[in-house]
Every structure is written in structure tokens, then in C-alpha cells.
């Protein structure tokens, strides 16, 4: 979920929370604290996403493939340290945030001749650009609830133990399928490329 995802959101998760700790299981404040650090990570991570089109815009797009695909893993690794040291899910949270970090300055570091002479904002164009790309906001929102409904429907039937152990295991699962999805998606340009100009 990146940021132009989450804030038209957060009413709604705040609204969700507050009616989940009133009326029916609430939720332990650590959980609620991990949520809140999640939510901070995703400035970072928005960021990232940014600076990975501007990467796929020249044509470069093995490097935020690279940096994605070791980073993916470093957070996987880095929430399993956490774990074993018992910071739980809080520990999870701040591996996410200084992993989103740490991927954004090298990302930043990478982009410095890319990013030479680039104007200030031109708010006409970020609102055409944002009223003609809100549809696939939309669509990539609802796929984002669809691909995760199954923790609510798991929390539900067999409670918070069970939910954080198939995330483990899904978590290794994701870590490994990055790796051929951003490789496909850094040849997809050259590929694009190509098959328009040499049939």
C-alpha cells in the first residue's frame, strides 16, 4: 500500500479502529502502536516508489529492481532478528521504517544526475496527472483489501496467533517472488522498447 493509497484511507481505518475498540474485540495497544510506526513508513516507502518511476522514466530500471529485491530481503531478515530478540511486532514495525529509509537515501544517492535541473512542482500538471490516473488508484486499492482480506477472515476465525504465523510464512514466500517480478519489470522497458522498433 503506498501513500497516495493510505491517506484517503485513514478516515477510514481510524473509524474502523474506533469502532473495533468500542464495540467489539479491542485491539492491545502495542498493536495499535506498530499500526501508527507502519503508517510512518509508508512516507519513505511512497517516496521510493517515486523515485523508481523516475528510474523506469531513463530507462533504467535494473537498479531500483536490484535495490528493491536486496531490501526485501534485508526487511525479512531484519523482522526476524527483531523477533528472535523479542521486540515483537514494534520491532517489526521500526525494521520497516529504517528499511524504507535506508532504501530511499540509496535510491536518492543513485538518482543525483537524474535529478539535476528539475524545477519546482507544476501543480497544473500533478492535477491533471492525478485526475486522469485516479481510476487505477482505485483499482490497485481494491486488489491491495482483496489480496489481504484473508488476515481479517483468518484473525476471525482463529485468532491473532495463527495470523502472525502464516505472515511468516508468507512473508518468506513474498521475499523470494520479488525477485522474478522486479527482474520482469526491469526488462519490461527495454522489452516495450524493442518490439516497437526492431520487429
Known amino acids: 500500500l503506498s501513500l497516495h493509497d493510505a491517506l484517503p484511507i485513514f478516515p477510514l481505518l481510524m473509524a474502523f479502529l ?11 495497544p ?3 502502536w506498530a499500526l501508527a510506526l507502519f503508517y510512518v513508513g509508508l ?6 516508489k517515486g523515485l523508481t518511476s523516475l528510474y523506469y522514466a531513463f530507462d533504467r530500471a535494473e537498479y531500483p ?5 536486496l531490501t526485501t530481503i534485508s526487511k525479512v531478515t531484519g523482522g526476524l532478528i527483531a523477533l528472535l530478540m523479542g521486540w515483537g511486532i514494534v520491532g ?3 525494521v520497516s521504517i529504517v528499511t524504507n529509509l535506508i532504501t530511499l537515501m540509496i535510491l536518492l544517492w543513485g ?48 485468532g491473532e496467533r495463527i495470523v502472525g504465523l502464516y505472515r511468516v ?22 522489452l516495450s522498447r524493442q518490439a516497437h522498433e526492431d520487429k
Open 18 to 28: 474506533f469502532a473495533r475498540q468500542a464495540l467489539g474485540d479491542p485491539l492491545n
Open 30 to 32: 502495542i498493536v495499535l
Open 43 to 48: 512516507i519513505p516507502g511512497s517516496l521510493s
Open 65 to 69: 529492481a536490484v535495490i528493491t529485491t
Open 92 to 94: 517489526l514495525a521500526g
Open 111 to 158: 538518482a543525483r544526475g537524474m535529478l539535476d535541473g528539475v524545477s519546482r512542482p507544476q501543480f497544473g500538471q500533478i492535477r491533471a496527472m492525478a485526475g486522469g490516473s485516479w481510476p487505477l488508484m482505485v483499482n490497485h486499492f481494491l486488489a491491495t483489501i482483496f489480496f489481504q482480506i484473508d488476515i481479517i477472515i483468518l484473525e476471525a476465525m482463529k
Open 169 to 190: 510464512a508468507y512473508s518468506w514466500l513474498l521475499a523470494i517472488n520479488v525477485i522474478p517480478a522486479f527482474f520482469t519489470q526491469a526488462l519490461m522497458a527495454t
